[in-house]
């Protein structure tokens, strides 16, 4: 399910299409995001737990609340 988390990141780039980016939850209860968010950078999907489901034009800041989806989800 869908869940709202803090990100421990900041992803300053807005882009104009809704963004899925990769994550993994922390010991801290947050969010960190994987380094490398190109399309071609499969290790992402083994690193992380899920994704942030980022709106268009939409910048995160760390603190901030962002939906989270597991991966998890997907396998159901």
Do not use: C, Y
Not at 19 to 28: G, I, M, Q, S, T
Not at 33 to 60: E, H, K, Y
């Amino acid at each position: 399910k869908r869940q709202r988390m803090t990100a421990h990141f900041d992803w300053p780039r807005a882009d104009k299409r809704r963004e899925f980016l990769r994550v993994r939850r922390n010991a801290e209860g947050g969010l960190d995001l994987f380094p490398n968010q190109s399309s071609g950078v499969l290790t992402s999907a083994v690193w992380g737990d899920g994704v942030v489901d980022n709106p268009a034009g939409q910048v995160i800041r760390h603190g901030d609340g962002v939906m989270f989806i597991g991966f998890s989800e997907w396998m159901a």
